[in-house]
């Protein structure tokens, strides 16, 4: 079973002389229960796929679907419906809220959908993720791998069809990258979360299953089973 599939995708941002091809003609599937990392040169379109495929962003031409819906077929309430229910996002700036404590951080997507937290999920991500001692902390309170664990905890919580990160540990040292990475990569073996992540750095790409590295917009290559050896 496929979480996220990209089918013949083309981006392309500007018209005249601003006119940037930032994908051409991308494919790619995400298989459920697997971590895949996207890898390639700053500018070679990491962030626009991530984008296209969360429905953060439209395509230009070609199709994204996440699970069994086609996002690009989606009108504006349904896409924002999409990204609340069914997608979890970790950035590299955190992107916690500075006036909430870990726990209300955490379930705040929950909070906004109007859905409640299930106990005993709940009580296994905490635990999993080491924050039971700090969930009533405030993020300037917490260190920079303790508040990208509370977005990590966050994104899961909903149990998301597709967790879509954008360099999460490029701000962390990294040691508390490896605590990041070791979490996600709990969350996929134990738990089947599906994962996409970008990323530069060959250490994190070794923790997925699976890199697709982009050059100038096109998929080059694709690596199984990759090692900090292999990446680089
Ligand atoms: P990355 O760190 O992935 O390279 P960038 O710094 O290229 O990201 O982009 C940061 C933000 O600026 C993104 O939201 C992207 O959509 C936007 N952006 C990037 N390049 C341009 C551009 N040439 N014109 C307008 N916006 C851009
Ligand atoms: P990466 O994430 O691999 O650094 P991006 O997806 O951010 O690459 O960018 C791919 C190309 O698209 C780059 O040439 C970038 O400048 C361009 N780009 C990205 N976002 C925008 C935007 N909002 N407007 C115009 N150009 C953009």
């Not at 990475?181 to 750095?201: A, C, K, N, P």
Request: glycine fraction near 10%; charged fraction near 25%; proline fraction near 5%.
């Amino acid at each position: 079973p496929v979480a996220a599939r990209a089918e013949e995708v083309w981006k392309v941002y500007g018209t005249g002389d601003a006119r940037v091809v930032a994908l051409r003609g991308v494919s790619a599937s995400f298989g459920r229960g697997r971590f895949t990392a996207i890898m390639g040169p700053s500018g070679s379109g990491k962030s626009t796929l991530m984008h296209c495929l969360a429905g953060l962003d439209t395509v230009s031409r070609g199709t994204v679907h996440i699970g069994g819906t086609e996002v690009s077929g989606l009108n504006d309430k349904a896409l924002t419906r999409l990204r609340r229910d069914r997608v979890g996002f970790i950035f590299q700036q955190f992107n916690l809220l500075p006036t909430l404590t870990a726990a209300e951080n955490i379930r705040l997507p929950l909070d906004i959908a109007g859905r409640k937290p299930d106990q005993e999920w709940w009580d296994t991500v905490i635990k999993t993720v080491g924050l039971a001692d700090r969930l009533s902390h405030r993020p300037s309170q917490l260190s920079g791998g303790q508040q990208q664990r509370v977005a990590c905890a966050r994104a899961l919580m909903g149990r998301p069809d597709v967790i879509f990160a954008d360099e999460p540990t490029g701000n962390l040292d990294s040691k508390s990258g490896a605590e990041v990475l070791s979490f996600l990569r709990s969350s996929v073996r134990e738990h089947g979360q599906t994962i996409v992540m970008v990323t530069h750095d060959p250490v994190a790409a070794s923790y997925t299953d699976r890199v697709i590295f982009l050059a100038d917009g096109e998929v080059v290559q694709e690596l199984d089973r990759p090692t900090p050896e292999t990446v680089l």
